[in-house]
């Protein structure tokens, strides 16, 4: 067996890898930056709160239309969008800090969500919704992922510097402008957007993987936000490609092998980046001087 056929083939031959590694590249492609942000803004579990909120209103979705995917996106995006912004609102009127709010809306969203789902669907409908299934994306679900990383990357490109001010001193940020509660809520929405579009393809428990893991691995390896964000999108892609090739040879999962190969960049990263433990502890100050 020649490299085409072992690394290629699979790809050229199913049309169903070809529409999953499409689908998971072009999410890669806006997940990675949006992730990058979040970790910056120190706000990394903020987006699995965010993953689980969409839950309900995907669960409304499907009650309506059953798997059908412009219900389930639309009420899922609501949702999300509504979790966010009482989680906004509560830091705001109360003493109680944001991440807090977060942690209980969405606690009490999946809770919600399972129950509706449960009590139409299946045990099967419920995997589906948790864990979603790459390797059924037809091309309406691909359209949609288009459009969400479209739109995902035009927003940042026009809130980039503002989001990028807000990542280095929130403060200073109020104090210039006001454009500080509407670059975070638009961010916020970008978050569920692509939440939901990740939700088509690795469902609600594992879309923020794809959205996490690149990031974290990237920030071993460089510093500027621009090389942070195109690497992102490097593990993201790669993450996808062979977590299918994964799934294809040993019959596991699509979604979980993705989101373990992207596990394994982080952890090589870790170790071996250029900011890793081995390149740190070869150049700390107590090394060098034994």
Known sequence: MNLFDLLISPFVSYGFLT??????????????????????????????????????????????????????????????????????????????????????????????????VSLRGSSVDLMHVLFGSVLALNNDALVMIGAVSTISLATLAVIWRPLFAECLDPTFLR???KAGPVVHFLFLGLVVLNLVGGFQALGTLLAVGLMM??????????????????????????SSYLGLLLSYYFSVPSGPAIILVAGGFYALSLIFGTRGIVRTRMTSP????A
């Open 19 to 116: 529409r999953a590694l499409a689908g998971a590249m072009i999410l890669a492609a806006s997940a990675g930056p949006v992730g990058v942000f979040l970790m910056l803004r120190r706000m990394s579990l903020a987006g699995d709160a965010m993953a689980h909120a969409i839950l309900p209103g995907a669960a409304v979705g499907f009650l309506i239309a059953g798997l059908q995917i412009l219900p389930m996106t639309l009420g899922g995006f609501a949702a999300g969008l509504i979790v966010a912004l009482l989680a906004g609102l509560v830091s705001r009127l109360t003493v109680q800090r944001e991440d807090t709010s977060l942690a209980a809306f969405y606690l009490i969203s999946l809770a919600l969500g399972v129950m509706l």
């Open 175 to 177: 104090s210039v402008s």
């Open 213 to 238: 893991l690149p990031a974290a691995a990237a920030r071993f390896w460089v510093r500027s936000l621009e090389a942070l964000c195109a690497l992102a999108i490097g593990i993201g892609m790669a």
């Open 286 to 289: 107590r090394h060098r001087i």
